[in-house]
């Protein structure tokens, strides 16, 4: 028999609501976490975007959530970006409509006077980027003191980011009682020190991505930086809807416009434009209206479009986390994709090292402006393959993919038994060494056989079994 919300408890009006939004069955994060959850539980969950958080830990929260006094919600769900506060806001107030809860979403780049009438007025849930929550309590227009369910949702993205200090200021002010749910991708790090100080004895459950991907190359080139631009117009050019990411927010705004002059309709998404401006650039990209989306990798984090044919990195990822992310853009749904990486000659330094951490062996190919579009329409060069299996796994990953124990060192002379690491530094140790086998060093000439004064005093260094004598004990000895 299948599961159904009913089955794990989900109140009637939530289950009618469902169907109505065509929603069946419980995704498997969702039957793993609304059992504990519904039942007041602290919940720290496991799974990747796109398996489904939203409705796990909506579900029980709209179900337990009573009415707010102005100013005082009831219930806090903290995200990382502005894009996906506006989801999440958009899901749950699909959830429930009809009833007098009420969501709300604030963020930077959105009117704050609008978000500050509207909590006046009372609001049951707020949805919350760090930042712009923080702003609106130094303001004086909510507090925290009444929320008793708290949500993290995507805690690993606000690590890399630089929240998790805010993050855990802002969970202080809110109820010593309250009920926490945590969902991320990874809960290591610094999200597990979420997890220690600020869940109380929490089911834990894990849920892979139920999104099906496709096949994805990857390509790495190099390019002088004055060729970088005509290069990366030859690509977008072939290949599109592409995202294109850049270091900077000066950057993307100046390449876009570089694409435009090019005659390749672009847009670009970062933090200095409007929350407007950004959902308008999604909407026309996800509409076809504009070929290339040129992006920051904080902007980029809320985007979530179906059928991107190539990543293009302009500048490369600062670290192995950023290339991940970035690549996965692209080979949704099914659908294959190509990431494409330009390594300037100043990066390769610094790209090798990623490829290592990430264990990808694709060879950096040699591309120009003359060259680029049969360099693209080229198969790509096959990876090094070392015969482990193991391209594309990061060293994060390795030890517990290879699962293979440290092989032991041959001994060390006067050592019986074979020895494993770096064992002494300077050489064998000292107990592995017979007092037979022992080579006093010669007087120093300079101090005419004497003593160097300052040095330990008789017996500091006496001979022990197994160990020959040190310091001033062995001097004297001799």
């Not at 749950?92 to 909590?119: F, H, I, N, P, S």
């Not at 227009?141 to 009444?146: P, Q, V």
């Not at 980029?300 to 990822?317: F, M």
């Not at 994709?337 to 990623?354: A, C, F, N, Q």
Request: proline share 7%; charged share 25%.
């Amino acid at each position: 028999m299948s599961t159904t919300f009913a089955s794990l408890g989900v109140p009637t009006r939530l289950c009618e609501r469902l169907e109505f939004l065509g929603i069946a069955e419980p995704f498997p994060v969702q039957a793993a976490t609304l059992p504990d959850a519904l039942a007041g539980r602290d919940v720290c969950g496991k799974a990747p975007t796109g398996s489904g958080k939203t409705i796990a830990f909506g579900l029980p929260l709209l179900a337990q959530v009573a009415k707010a006094a102005p100013r005082r919600p009831k219930a806090l769900v903290l995200v990382p970006t502005r894009e996906l506060a506006s989801q999440v806001q958009d899901q749950l107030t699909a959830l429930c409509w009809g009833t007098k809860t009420e969501v709300l979403a604030v963020y930077g780049g959105a009117g704050m006077d609008r978000q500050m009438r509207a909590l006046a007025k009372g609001v049951e849930v707020v949805v919350a980027t760090p930042g712009r929550l923080k702003d609106l309590l130094e303001r004086g227009s909510l507090r925290l003191d009444d929320v008793s369910i708290v949500v993290i949702d995507e805690a690993d993205r606000m690590a890399d980011m630089g929240f998790l200090p805010e993050v855990r200021r802002l969970l202080d002010l809110t109820n010593k009682k309250r009920q926490t749910m945590l969902f991320s991708a990874t809960l290591d790090g610094d999200v597990d020190v979420l997890i220690r100080n600020y869940q109380t004895n929490p089911a834990h459950h894990e849920a892979a991505s139920l999104e099906v991907q496709g096949e994805v190359t990857h390509r790495f080139w190099a390019v002088s930086h004055a060729d970088r631009i005509e290069v990366a117009t030859a690509i977008v050019q072939r290949c599109w809807p592409a995202i294109v990411f850049s270091r900077t927010r000066h950057g993307a705004e100046r390449l876009s416009k570089q694409l435009n002059k090019a005659g390749i309709r672009s847009e670009a998404i970062h933090g200095d434009r409007s929350q407007s401006q950004r959902e308008k650039a999604l909407r026309a990209f996800g509409k076809g209206d504009v070929h290339v989306l040129v992006a920051t990798d904080v902007a980029a984090r809320g985007i979530h479009v179906d059928g991107v044919a190539c990543v293009l990195q302009y500048d490369p990822p600062a670290t192995d986390k950023d290339y991940v992310h970035r690549s996965g853009r692209t080979g949704r749904a099914g659908e294959p994709g190509t990431v494409i990486t330009l390594v300037s000659p100043e990066k390769e330094k610094d790209v090798r090292k990623m490829q290592r951490e990430l264990r990808r062996r694709e060879p950096i190919e040699a591309a120009t402006v003359a060259t680029a579009a049969s360099v693209l329409a080229a198969t790509p060069p096959p990876p090094v393959d070392r015969g482990d299996g193991l391209d594309g796994v990061s060293r994060r990953q390795r030890a517990r993919a290879e699962d293979r124990p440290r092989p032991a060192r041959p001994a060390r002379p006067g050592n019986s038994k074979p020895t494993r690491g770096k064992g002494h530094r300077k050489g064998a140790s000292p107990r592995a060494v017979s007092e037979g086998d022992w080579t006093p060093r010669p007087k120093p000439a300079s101090t005419g056989g004497k003593a160097k004064p300052g040095r330990r005093p008789t017996g500091a260094g006496a001979a022990r079994p197994g160990r020959p004598a040190s310091g001033n004990a062995r001097r004297r000895s001799r």
